[in-house]
């Protein structure tokens, strides 16, 4: 199990760091919804995964805003525990998510040649152990801790290489979420680079005076599609987008897949609404990754204390939400209500389109239960609270614009010294 205190390198061999609460809830939280809300399927059998550079990629470029304090935090604490201040740049950030099948065997982080460049690792758990997930337990081959049971916020850090042999048991039921960061002596492989780089070119005609929030853009339809057998691909899988809503009780509805008699892979990078039982929410969403935030928005928001409800509820229309703090700050008028018909039950050739878009994009429901079994919620929930959703949708536009601005505001610098850091209040 997790030691009850922090153990210092030199009384460690092989040396590694196991911190307690190093994350906040609420930094979990947060990060979850961005994983959950952006991922792609990932380089292992039942992974999913979340990288920066495909956050901007895909116009998601604010959601990187979050990691930049927790990599800073980070940093510090493997340079100092390890002695070589100064001496680290961060290789890789990614949210990786392990579900159902997900294991890994005894393995070094660098037991590749073109990993190599990996010196040490921290890994942030974001969900827990018995609560989120089974299985998925860590395992070191040698050393003590010989097994970490994953609790929400916590961290290990060790050397890459061999000294810190390790191993994941298969997960049994749910998805374990973490934030994994690689360091790297070698300057060549700095990510805040590549990253800067990237930045400036898809930001480039981007003001702060007006800054410009664009609604998340799908990569390939093929990095969204999952099978749980490679041999019968396309015939037995899922579009995860979709699944993630459906599990949460939502469908999508397209008027372009009314009398669609052939498949048509590119119609949910096309506007679409949500669905909910017999219920169409006539605002339209630009694909399914904008309906996708805006369904783990509410799901994340209303897995919170029922204060933070009654924020959102009461006070959205006389100010700004903030995601993460649930804090109301003044600012122009909003208007979350849901007006007479913004809501409208389902036609019969409404409800054919809807059941032809499940058919092509979900294939296999037993998978997409199995996958994603801890998240199911109850489809047949009566009276919705499509207002409590639409204030959660106010919400998310908040959100996404604070963040933007901030990014803006940020990238100036980070341009100048070369880096990806927090950013002081006063300089911006």
């Known amino acids: 199990m997790l030691p009850s205190r922090e153990m210092g390198a030199k009384s460690l061999k092989p040396p590694r760091l196991i911190l307690h609460n190093f994350l906040t809830s609420e930094e979990c939280k947060e990060l979850e919804f961005i994983h959950k809300s952006s991922s792609t399927v990932g380089y292992r059998p039942n992974v999913f995964s979340t990288t920066l550079s495909h956050l901007i990629a895909t116009n998601s470029s604010p959601f990187l805003i979050p990691f930049v304090p927790i990599r800073e935090k980070l940093k510090e604490k493997v340079e100092n525990f390890f002695g070589c201040e100064y001496e680290l740049c961060i290789e890789f950030t990614g949210l990786i998510s392990w579900c159902r099948g997900a294991c890994i065997g005894w393995h070094s982080d660098d ?32 050393g003590e801790p010989t097994t970490l049971a994953p609790m929400a916020g916590d961290v290990a850090i060790y050397t890459a290489d061999s000294c810190n ?22 300057s060549a492989h700095d990510e805040d680079a590549k990253l800067i780089s990237l930045l400036s070119k898809t930001m480039l005609h981007s003001s702060i005076n007006m800054p410009e929030v664009k609604p998340p ?3 390939s339809i093929n990095m969204y599609w999952f099978s749980l057998d490679l041999a019968s ?36 990078m096309e506007p679409l609404q949500l669905v909910r039982g017999n219920e169409l929410f006539k605002q339209e969403f630009v694909n399914i990754l904008h309906a996708l ?9 209303l897995s919170m204390e029922p ?35 913004d809501v409208v039950r389902l036609s019969k050739s409404q409800q054919e389109a809807v059941r032809s878009l499940e058919s092509q994009f979900m294939k296999d429901h037993q ?34 614009c604070k963040l933007h601005k901030e990014l803006l505001m940020s990238l100036s610098y980070w341009r100048s010294h070369g880096i990806i850091y927090s950013v002081p209040p006063e300089c911006s």
Request: with cysteine; aromatic share 12%; net charge negative.
């Open 111 to 142: 037991n590749r040649p073109y990993l190599k460049q990996r010196h040490f690792t921290a890994v942030c758990y974001l969900n827990s152990y018995g609560k989120d997930f089974k299985g998925g337990l860590f395992h070191f081959q040698d």
């Open 165 to 186: 042999i390790h191993a994941v048991d298969e997960i049994i039921e749910g998805e374990r979420l973490t934030l994994t960061l690689w360091f790297s002596r070698d």
């Open 217 to 219: 853009m799908l990569a």
């Open 233 to 268: 691909h396309q015939q037995l899988g899922f579009d995860i987008c979709l699944a993630r809503m459906h599990v949460l009780g939502f469908d999508v509805y397209s008027c372009q897949a009314e009398g669609l008699l052939s498949d048509s892979t590119e119609i949910l």
């Open 293 to 301: 935030q805006s369904d783990m928005t509410a799901a994340t928001l």
């Open 307 to 341: 204060k933070y409800l009654n924020l959102i509820r009461q006070n959205t229309c006389n100010g700004r939400y903030s995601f993460t703090t649930g804090k109301v700050q003044t600012c122009q008028m909003f208007n979350p209500e849901v007006q007479p018909g």
């Open 367 to 400: 998978a997409v239960e199995m996958i994603f079994s801890c998240t199911t919620c109850s489809r047949n929930q009566q009276n919705f609270d499509w207002e409590r959703f639409s204030a959660t949708m106010v919400a998310l536009k908040d959100y996404s």
